[in-house]
């Protein structure tokens, strides 16, 4: 009898051990996350407007359907990244991991002018940055990506259907390339 | 003999219950840092760094980008205020008013995150386009058919859930209470 309790009691424990591990190995395993889905529509460090979210052709669950999208594919592997986006109303940028963290975010309104520009780099490149660069170029805005590779991704609102192509216009604009190293 | 059979058993036994609790918990969405308002939830960490470990095997399931919480925050309804689960065939009335927000989008999907078909392409309404009475309330149908004012179809589907995002707004982390952000109400009319 104690026995038995015993087994039960071990296997209780083995089973939240199963648990937490398929838990913490899920971001890694899945086939079908949002950098996956975008990795065969979008080309890397290249800003590409989305297609507008349609019944059944849908790119990734949960899109909001009032938004113009444009996503940039980034691999830091090859230098740092730029992007450059034109400030139009309603507009925001976040940026995600290769496991679709949102790490920063950037609208309009914070930007405060009329460009956005920034350099997205990976701690070891923002390191390399020499540091009386980084004092002359004050107002140059430089972000750390956690991963090497990830998703920068751009909207503008269309507040009525109607006005979702001026918003699209608004997103084609925008630019993200690799620099060349320094 | 005894030690082999109580060996398979357990092992057996973990797997079902590491994989069940795991299939459950990723299945039903669940995270910590939960912020209710009325029939609305949120988690606010999940589109931060913060996001826990559940949220984060979700997302890589689902294969959705969740909302940056430097951008917005994004509130799910599944039932009306008083537990009525969203049925497509029902109406239900939302009303009220929303926290404070540089704008505001709501949307109607199927509970797997896909839009619904309609006739008149109308998958949510934004806080530009919305018709409002006098004092700025609103009132939208969610109804299979339809209605005068703010309609939003459910194509008749069995189920349905609502996806309400904030932009730009100080409801987050730091939010509390419902006294600090009054979500809409949400109360079903007849089916």
């Known amino acids: 009898m104690v026995r038995g309790l015993l087994w039960i009691l071990a296997a209780i424990l083995l089973g939240g051990i199963v648990h937490l591990s398929t838990v913490l190995a899920m971001p890694r395993a899945a086939k079908q996350d949002a950098y996956s889905r975008l990795a065969s529509l979008t080309p890397v460090n290249t800003m590409v407007p989305l297609a507008q979210p349609q019944t059944g052709a849908e790119i990734m669950p949960f899109m909001d359907p009032a938004f113009a999208t444009a996503v940039c594919r980034y691999d830091l592997t090859g230098g740092s990244l730029k992007l450059t986006a034109p400030v139009s109303q309603a507009y925001t940028s976040v940026f995600y991991t290769r496991r679709s963290v949102a790490y920063y975010a950037i609208n309009d309104r914070a930007a405060g002018r009329r460009t956005i520009e920034l350099d997205l780099m990976t701690a070891a490149q923002h390191a390399q940055v020499p540091e009386d660069e980084e004092v002359t170029a004050a107002d140059r805005l430089i972000i750390e990506s956690p991963t090497t590779m990830g998703l920068i991704v751009l909207r503008a609102l269309a507040p009525e259907p109607g006005l979702m192509s001026m918003a699209r216009r608004t997103l084609a604009a925008a630019t993200c390339g690799i620099q060349a190293a320094q | ?191």
Not at chain 2, 20 to 45: D, E, S
Not at chain 2, 135 to 152: E, Q, Y
């Open chain 2, 1 to 191: 003999m005894r030690l082999l059979f109580g060996s398979c058993f357990t092992l057996l036994i973990a797997a079902a219950i590491g994989l069940g609790a795991t299939w459950l918990t990723l299945t039903r969405g669940i995270a910590f840092g939960a912020l209710t308002i009325g029939a609305w939830t949120a988690w606010p960490k999940s589109g931060s760094a913060d996001i826990d470990p559940y949220a984060r095997a979700t997302i890589a399931r689902t294969g959705e980008l969740p909302t940056g919480m430097g951008d917005g925050i994004a509130f799910y309804a599944h039932t009306d205020d008083r537990g009525h689960a969203f049925d497509g065939r029902c109406t239900f009335s939302i009303s009220g008013m929303t926290p404070p927000a540089r704008y505001w989008t709501v949307t109607l999907y199927t509970p797997e995150g896909r839009l619904v078909a309609n006739a008149i392409d109308r998958h949510g309404f934004t806080s530009e386009e919305i018709a409002r009475d006098n004092d700025g309330r609103f009132t939208i149908a969610v109804a299979p058919l339809a209605r005068s004012g703010n309609w939003l179809p459910t194509g008749g589907i069995e189920q349905f859930m609502l996806v309400w995002r904030l932009y730009d707004t100080a409801i987050g982390v730091a939010t509390r209470t419902a006294k600090e952000g009054p979500m809409p109400a949400i109360e079903r009319k007849g089916c």
